[in-house]
Every structure is written in C-alpha cells, then in structure tokens.
C-alpha cells in the first residue's frame, strides 16, 4: 500500500550519525563518530542512589503528571546557573525539555513558517538542520572559521533577506569544534538588536571547557529578549537522562510551553526529581572538573596522534571544549566514499558532507574525542592515518584556520 506523505517529511533526511552508528557499534569497530560522553565518567551511583531516594520519599508523585514547564526545584537550579553566568533569569524562565533536541525543535515550530529563513554557521549541527527541513524553513549557510560565524557575511545576509531565526552553536561548535570569540558575540547581538531578529543559542556543551575563560553567553548580552537558549544534562550528567532546558523571555515562553504540551506533555517525572534531587546532593562542581580535565587529556591526545599519523597537508581545529575535532584532508578526497573502508578497517568517523547547509567540502570530517582512552585514540589515527594516506598527498601539517 503506498502512503500519501506530508510535504515536510520529504524534507528530513536520515541523521547520517545516527546510521553510521548503526555500524560503528560494532565492539571491534574503533567509533570516533558519535557525539558520546565517556560512559565511565556518568556517576551511575549517584543517579541510582537519587532515584531511590525520590521513589521511597515522593513515589506517587514521581510517578503521576506533572506540569508542563517542569519540576520547580529542577528549574530554579537551571536558572541560578543562568544567573551565574550573567544572565537574569527564574524558574519561570526556564522550561525543561527532552534533552537540548527537543528544545530546537519547539523554537521552530514556534517562530518558523514555511519558507522562513534561517541563517546557519556552515558547516552547522547535522540535527539541527533536520529541525529546519522539518519545519520547511529555507536555510542560509554563513562562512566561519576559528573565531565562529562570519560576522561581515551575516550582516549582509541580514540586510539582503527577511531571517527569521540566527542560530548557533557559540562554544565548541558542533562539528567544528569552535569557539565564538568575544567581539564577534558583542557584534552578532548587536546585528540581532539592530534587525529585530531572533537569536538560538545552543548550548550544550558550554561547561565542558578545558582551556581558555568562559566567553559570556549571548543571552547575556541581549538587551531586547531575542535570545532563546538552549542546555542540557546529556553532556555533563548521561543522555539516557534525556532532560534538557530552554530559557526564554516570558512572551514567547507561553508560546514554547504551548508547544511542547501539543509534543508530549511534560518530560519524565522521576528523571527530573531525581535529577534535582541528585544536584542538591552531589558534587557536580567536581564532577564537571573531573569532566574537563579527562576530556582535555583526550582532545590532546587526538591533536598529537593527528599529527603524527594523518597524510601531511591535513588541517584541524584545535578546540578548548567540548567533544569533536574537525579535520579537512588535503586533495579531493570524499570521505562519504571513505568510510566504507575506514569501517572494514574498523575505524570510524563521520563525514563532514552531511553537516553542510550549502555546497559541502566532502574532504573533512568530524572526530570525537571523549568517548575513547587516550590509548584507543592512538590506535585508532594510526589505523585510520594508514587509510588515509592512501588518498591524500604530501603536505606540511598546520592547524585549521578557516
């Protein structure tokens, strides 16, 4: 029987992350492709001692609906942090999600009509473009480099298109693994102000920085409540958790919560008390030093190994966060074309094609890093190196600029 689809589904492509995943599962198969927290730092104690604390305390509570918005404690505890980082916020600013995912969908569907546009650092979050195909928005790729979106580009895109939505990934950009410097935040706010456009700050990997200070986040920078900000626990607690968070000034907040009540109603009530309840009486302070500090040896690991093993003329960032590493390989290499051998080799990686809203560079591709020991990082750029220098020529080795 052949089924009538909606226009939109025809839109959204399959995750490519999602199906190399598929593969790369595989134990004897060396994964540098999923976005994975290391499973050996989650605090599986902690959480189950949370959870049982909750259930012989508020079983019946946990385990009935609950509000929409999300667990007050839960909420106030996502707001101090806000709060923290200079932003002024409350718990009625703050509506928890199923993970950071489900927020940019919400945003979507809330500010974007069909035909929309969108304008996206190129190469952006593979997800997220999934969000604005769903939403049949028509999205327009922005250059960036090491210091994030082109801020001169955007200004012209602002002036020559009606953008309904800025979105970015300001610290440790998936997938380049990039920072938003300091000026080209003050100036991206300034341009959002100055046009009236809304601005999507997605932000989940902001506490896992291992070099360098905290940038302000753009939230706190935004003088007319553009900014709508999105988090999540997947990162620094576990994804199986699956609770994220949006802030957003109270006009659209009604609008958003409005939404995720047409989604699911609210998310699961004992994950977000346990989660509460975890946070007033773990040491997630240490948790998220300890986080840092292994990730850091990790991403440091993959750079040296980089350089060691992958063919001269190969270019990648060197990121003080977060979890990936971007590598452009020189020549015309297609990595889409590469992977089925880096996979007989068992090793894999992402391509970077998928994560480009434009015209792709089908020579990069995305690495993890946190997911793997420093030894395992070593084993598998040499395995993958030996692959690659098959296919690409001789050329000194530099770090990514562009």
């Not at 809330?110 to 190469?123: C, H, K, R, S």
């Not at 309904?164 to 003050?186: C, D, E, H, K, M």
């Not at 999540?232 to 607690?237: A, D, E, H, Q």
């Not at 591709?365 to 296919?391: K, Q, T, Y």
């Amino acid at each position: 029987m052949t089924l009538t689809l909606a226009r939109r589904t025809s839109r959204v492509t399959t995750s490519a992350v999602r199906e190399i995943l598929k593969v790369a599962e595989r134990p004897d198969v060396l994964s540098f492709a999923g976005g994975l927290p290391a499973p050996e730092l989650f605090p599986v104690a902690e959480i189950a001692r949370a959870h049982a604390a909750v259930l012989e305390r508020d079983g019946q509570a946990a385990l009935q609906y609950s509000t929409t918005e999300g667990f007050g404690p839960l909420r106030e505890h996502i707001a101090a942090d806000f709060r923290r980082r200079g932003v002024a916020a409350d718990a009625g600013d703050i509506l928890v999600t199923t993970g950071s995912q489900q927020g940019l969908d919400l945003a979507a569907r809330v500010l974007l009509d069909p035909g929309a546009v969108v304008v996206v650092e190129n190469p952006s979050y593979l997800a997220a473009l999934q969000v604005f195909a769903a939403a049949e928005a028509r999205v327009v790729p922005v250059a960036s480099d090491d210091d994030g979106i082109d801020v001169a580009a955007l200004a012209a895109v602002l002036a020559r298109e009606d953008v309904r939505l800025i979105y970015l990934v300001p610290n440790f950009q998936n997938p380049r693994g990039t920072t938003l410097s300091a000026l080209r935040r003050q100036a991206v706010m300034s341009l959002a102000q100055a046009w009236r456009v809304p601005v999507l700050e997605d932000d989940p990997y902001g506490e896992l920085r291992f070099r360098g200070a905290a940038l302000a986040p753009l939230a706190s920078l935004d003088e007319a409540g553009l900014v709508i900000s999105l988090g999540t626990f997947s990162k620094t607690l576990a994804p199986g958790l699956r609770l994220g968070w949006v802030h957003a000034a109270p006009a659209l907040m009604k609008h958003l919560v409005v939404a995720k009540q047409a989604a699911d109603l609210h998310c699961g009530s004992l994950a977000q008390r346990a989660t509460a309840e975890l946070l007033a009486t773990f040491d997630f302070a240490a948790h998220l030093t300890t986080l840092r500090r292994v990730y850091g040896e990790r991403c440091d690991a993959m750079l040296g190994a980089l350089e060691r093993h992958f063919p001269a003329g190969t270019r990648f960032t060197r990121p003080d966060g977060g979890l990936f590493v971007w590598a452009e390989l020189p020549g015309d290499v297609d990595t889409g074309e590469l992977l089925e051998t880096a996979v007989h080799e068992k090793v894999a990686f992402v391509p970077g094609a998928p994560f480009f809203a434009g015209e792709p560079r089908r020579n990069t591709l995305r690495l993890n890093f946190s997911n793997r020991r420093p030894e395992l990082i070593e084993a598998g750029m040499a395995r993958l190196g030996g692959v690659l220098r098959e296919f690409a020529p001789r050329q000194p080795v530099r770090g990514l600029a562009g």
